[in-house]
């Protein structure tokens, strides 16, 4: 047993023994740890290594830097090591143990075991740590979402703005519309499987460098798919154009929970979705006039292509990495310059990629949450539906408005004002709910509750479904005024806007570290939807007629109500048993107890981010139909 176990064993016992003697203080006030930082340790000039100074230990604690650690620096540090721990790299089994160590070289025999490496870790500095993004200033905040809003806004809106052009890419090429279609399905089969790649190397690398890297790739292809000499190169450029056009969609909300606490977040989130949604829907009447004008259809990806380079220049000059882990590697390697101290790292330092591991453990980590969480696959399959139906409707609204209605092009676009006009009032409604959130979550200590987000998705679904049979019953006839079916789309934009608001934000709430991967699960799914669903669009509202190819998409919609029904009232049961989801911590620690690094690491392993440990307590007592209050 070593000094350090032996003087904690002697404190604890002095404690029992005589706990007069002891000031306490309660578990929610700053706790004492003692850690490299507040515990003498040899000097690397000590002629002797294995000598322990006298300092270490319980009456032997350094006063003059004593390590004051607020409980939210102390669930940050906890994060950075979780976090750590699931990165790719750090399983052991990834490393050949079995093969022999070679020769250290030059005949030198292998140099002593450094010191405790913990001491060389660089931490945040306490809870207001101006490096952290969550400590930024607002207006620093705001311009970053803004610029990652205009960024997902481009991606969303190139993936519809080649609806437009399919009959002219059809007639140009002697193809049929439904493979001119392809244009579109390719981009958006682009989205499904650009998060398994985006999303892991963004909690690998950090946030900034896959999305200048996508935006950059985004805009090659754009330009590429403008100047194509064959329907070929048309399609594979879509689609990878698509393939990096999904970063955005897989890493900007994980961005946006790395600035935002719980308070903020879904305000933050609303302004994501809107971006994703809103921009499929401004594009068709863009399309449309460019088509009919002089410019022709290439001018569609020649937009596409202007719009992602100017989000390419300013995510390259203007966002900075807000990915706690990267930050914090960017911090070490300041310091190393700076001290000349080889040894200073981050914890994301340690890592050293294995590719047999980086496939298993990180590539396929979305997929593993996708069919091994139920949340995740019912709530994505639900989704899925919803986000097909956006990406059928640039079929069926010219059914429509061109085919009944007998408008242009580009004036038929302009009926999709009706949904944005929906998604609009939907995205007010969610940040004028949010005073009745942050009172809440104030009630219940700050403890975010994530079924609270289910009562908009669920009245959401019964807007979208009503919509869609209004849509349906209104729109066949040209003896029904064309503003009839367009006012459809307010229901029905406003229940596709709820349902993915709040269904984003409670997959972010319920799996906080893990909201990149999460979030491409979904994207994955729901975009096979987004790719397949306007392929048989054509055929289905031709041969049904529009009235009953809408009843059936209805009666899909009203038939999926329940799913959030049922986890608003057993979610909370089914995180509990998740391996993603946060885990319960550990016993909160009582004054009389002192801990030192590893003893913290242990007890805090499985335990996802600094506000999904109190969130799996509130969880444990309270369920979600009681209002999920903890008395405080």
Known sequence: ??????????????????????????????????????????????????????????????????????????????????????????????????????????????????????????????????????????????????????????????????????RSVAAEFHVSTTVGLLGVSLFVLGFATGPTFWAPLSELKGRRTPLVVAMFGFSIFSIATATAKDLQTVLITRFFAGFCGACPLAVVAAVFSDMFDNRTRGIAITVFSMTVFCGPLLAPFIGGFIIES????RWTEYLAAIMGFAAFIMDLLFLEETYPPTILVEKAAELRRRTLNWGIH??????????????????????????????????????????????LFLTAYPFVFQGVHKMSAGVSGLAFFGMITGQILAGVTVLLQQPWYQRKLAANNGVPIPEWRLPSV???????????????????????????????????????????????????DSYLMFAASALAANTFLRSLAGAGFPLFASAMFEGM????????????????????????????????????????????????????????????????????????????????????????
């Open 294 to 297: 002089h410019l022709g259809w």
């Open 1 to 166: 047993m070593g000094l350090d176990e032996a003087d904690r064993e002697i404190e604890a016992a002095e404690r029992d023994a005589s706990p007069h003697m002891f000031e306490t203080r309660r578990s929610e006030e700053i706790e004492r740890v003692i850690s490299a930082s507040s515990v003498s340790t040899t000097s690397s000039t000590d002629s002797n290594p294995t000598r322990r100074p006298v300092g270490v230990g319980m009456s032997r604690v350094s006063t003059s830097r004593d390590l004051e650690r607020h409980v939210t620096e102390l669930s940050r540090i906890n994060t950075q090591k979780s976090q750590h721990s699931a990165t790719v790299g750090r399983d052991p089994k990834s490393r050949d143990l079995k093969k022999p160590l070679p020769e250290f070289g030059a005949g030198k025999p292998y140099p002593p075991l450094l010191p405790d490496q913990e001491s060389y870790v660089v931490e945040f500095d306490g809870p207001d740590d101006p490096l952290h993004a969550q400590n930024w200033p607002l207006k620093k905040k705001l311009l970053t979402a803004a610029m990652l809003g205009y960024t997902t806004m481009t991606s969303a809106f190139a993936s519809s703005i080649f609806s437009a052009a399919t």
């Open 346 to 391: 981050a914890k994301q330092d340690e890592i050293e990629i294995d590719f047999k591991e980086l496939v298993t453990k990180n590539f396929s980590r979305p997929m593993r949450l996708l069919f091994g969480e139920p949340i995740i696959a019912a709530l994505s399959i639900y989704m899925s539906f919803i986000y097909g139906l956006l990406y």
């Open 458 to 508: 669920i009245a959401g679904g019964v807007s979208f479904a009503a919509g869609l049979f209004w849509f349906g019953w209104t729109g066949y006839r040209s003896d029904i005024h064309w503003i009839v079916p367009i006012l459809s789309g307010i229901l029905s934009g406003f229940g596709l806007l709820s349902i993915f608001l709040q269904a984003l934000n409670y997959l972010v």
């Open 545 to 632: 007629g529009i009235q009953w190819a809408s009843t059936l998409l209805g009666c899909v919609a009203a038939a999926l109500i329940p799913i959030p029904v049922l986890f608003y009232m057993y979610g909370h049961k089914l995180r509990a048993r998740s391996s993603f989801a946060p885990t319960p911590p550990p016993q909160p620690l009582h004054s009389e107890e002192t801990v030192d690094d590893n003893a913290l690491e242990k007890e805090t392993s499985g335990q996802h981010h600094d506000d999904a440990n109190k969130a799996s307590v509130a969880r444990k007592d309270t369920a979600p139909g009681d209002g999920g209050i903890l008395e405080k």
